[in-house]
């Protein structure tokens, strides 16, 4: 590991425990659309950009394009399903990893692919002193979703390091492959029900089990 100089930080999953409520959501509305996935599938897809999904998703088992209008309406959906769902708990263990990561003097930028507004409003209230203002890409900044390197380049950009000097902390498989090919360092928590070994085969430097384990290794092993 380089000398980590900029933090690069995913959302769902990370700051957040709220994969639950977005596979969910995810499941109910394509159920209704008339798609026949299992919820827990949508656990691999984080990351994607919620088109990205839908459009994937069409050609994979309709084997059609889907309209840009059908695509909005069915994401549109799908967000005010995943708001129903009520307010996500923030993840334990998450504050002591990013305290850590400040007061070693890694500059935090938010990495996700999400658009959900009514989250990323509670970002800097809920975890405060870490993101400086406009800190933060989202599904809004980049054409290319994760595992496109994209959205963690244009981080390293915004944080002011080069790449191969940032750490990623990611719990999704395609955003640790998305880390990856940008160059950085990544750690993967495994927050949610993936197994460990699709983050080996994603590349992952490092897995840890839960927020709390990562927190305890950086406090040993970054040096400030
Ligand atoms: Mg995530």
New binding site residues.
């Given amino acids: 590991m380089e000398k980590i100089q900029g933090a690069l930080i ?5 700051l957040y425990d709220s994969m639950p409520g977005h596979t969910l959501a995810w499941w109910r509305m394509m159920t209704e659309a008339g798609f026949d996935v299992p919820r827990d599938e949508f656990y691999l897809y ?2 994607m950009t919620g088109h990205a999904t839908i459009r994937m998703l069409y050609r994979r088992d309709r084997g059609a394009d889907v309209s840009e209008e059908e695509c909005r309406r069915l994401y549109a959906r799908k967000s005010a399903y995943f708001s129903e769902w009520g307010e996500p708990p923030l993840m334990p263990g998450t504050a002591d990893v990013l305290r850590i990561l400040r007061e070693k003097g890694a500059v935090c930028v938010l990495v996700t692919g999400s658009g959900q507004q009514s989250l990323l409003d509670r970002v800097r209230s809920d975890y405060p002193g870490i993101f400086a203002d406009g800190h933060m890409v989202t599904s809004r900044d980049v054409t290319h979703g994760k595992p496109d390197p994209e959205p963690y380049l244009k981080g390293a950009e915004i944080a002011g390091v080069s790449p191969g000097n940032c750490l990623v902390v ?3 498989p395609l ?1 640790v492959v998305a880390g990856k090919r940008a160059g950085a360092f990544v750690c993967a928590v495994t927050t949610g029900p993936i197994p460990r070994d699709e983050f080996v085969k994603a590349g992952a430097d490092m897995i840890f089990g839960n927020m709390h384990e990562f927190a305890a290794w950086l406090d040993k092993n970054l040096v400030p």
């Fill in positions: 995913d959302m769902d999953g990370v984080e990351g990611e719990n999704a955003g």
